[in-house]
């Protein structure tokens, strides 16, 4: 199993990204996918979750609202659109996918992660 993030990058405060986690090795389309992230010193802080049919999306309270997880299950992908980017949301992120937990907001549940793509936002 791989799963392979890119579009990470360095933004000004205000602007956007679009990352992209490509999976290959399993059968994608009955996987929930989700991003995580984690600053330097910090501790790994949930972002967003998509179920497997991608009929229900969930988000940190931090991203609520700029953030955006959609799935193409033709393509094996995830996309993760974030506008109005912050400084505080500087970080590795990365994607994962687990199949047959609920706790979506928990690394823990995740059974695959990818190699991880760095989002630097510059104020």
């Known amino acids: 199993v791989q799963l392979q993030a890119s579009g990470g990058g360095l933004v000004q405060a205000g602007g956007s990204l679009r990352l992209s986690c490509v999976a290959s090795g399993l059968t994608f389309s009955r996987y929930d996918m989700g991003w995580f992230r984690q600053a330097s010193g910090k501790e790994r802080e949930f972002v967003a979750a998509?179920?497997?049919?991608?009929?229900?999306?969930l988000y940190g309270d931090s991203v609520k609202g700029r953030f955006t997880l959609s799935r193409d299950n033709a393509k094996n992908t995830v996309y993760l659109q974030m506008n109005s980017l912050k400084p505080e949301d500087t970080a590795v992120y990365y994607c994962?996918?687990?199949?047959?937990?609920?706790?979506?907001?928990?690394?823990?549940?995740?059974?695959?992660w990818g190699q991880g793509t760095q989002v630097t936002v510059s104020s």
């Open positions: 998509i179920t497997w049919y991608g009929g229900s999306t």
């Open positions: 994962a996918g687990q199949s047959g937990s609920f706790y979506y907001t928990s690394h823990k549940s995740y059974d695959y």
